[in-house]
């Protein structure tokens, strides 16, 4: 399985990216995937899990700015990253889960995609 992310950037606060994960397997298959995100000296965290019901949750520092989406058709993963902070700078992430179990840590998630950078600037 192989995830390429793509739609990173740099932008000024308050502004917004849509960033996008292409899957080389059908994304329809996934026990859920994931967006997480590392900034310089920091761990990996997560943003956003979307399971294979649809069911979403965000990390409480994005909920109700960033939105993920999966597009079965296209086996694609997307966030939608509104109202940009200079603290959502760092390199993101695309994770998916084909095998089941818990959806929430990055050990939870066997696939990984090289990563894209956003930039936030105030």
């Known amino acids: 399985v192989q995830l390429v992310e793509s739609g990173g950037g740099s932008v000024q606060a308050g502004g917004s990216l849509r960033l996008s994960c292409a899957a080389s397997?059908?994304?329809?298959?996934?026990?859920?995937m994931g967006w997480f995100r590392q900034a310089p000296g920091k761990d990996r965290e997560g943003v956003a899990i979307?399971?294979?019901?649809?069911?979403?949750r965000y990390a409480d520092s994005v909920s109700g700015r960033f939105t993920i989406s999966k597009d079965n058709a296209k086996n694609t993963l997307y966030l939608q990253m509104n109202s940009l902070k200079p603290e959502d700078t760092a390199m993101y992430y695309c994770?998916?889960?084909?095998?089941?179990?818990?959806?929430?840590?990055?050990?939870?998630?066997?696939?990984w995609g090289q990563g894209t950078q956003v930039t936030v600037s105030s």
């Open positions: 994770a998916a889960n084909f095998w089941g179990g818990y959806c929430q840590d990055v050990q939870d998630f066997g696939y």
């Open positions: 397997t059908d994304t329809d298959n996934s026990h859920c």
């Open positions: 979307i399971e294979s019901d649809g069911y979403t």
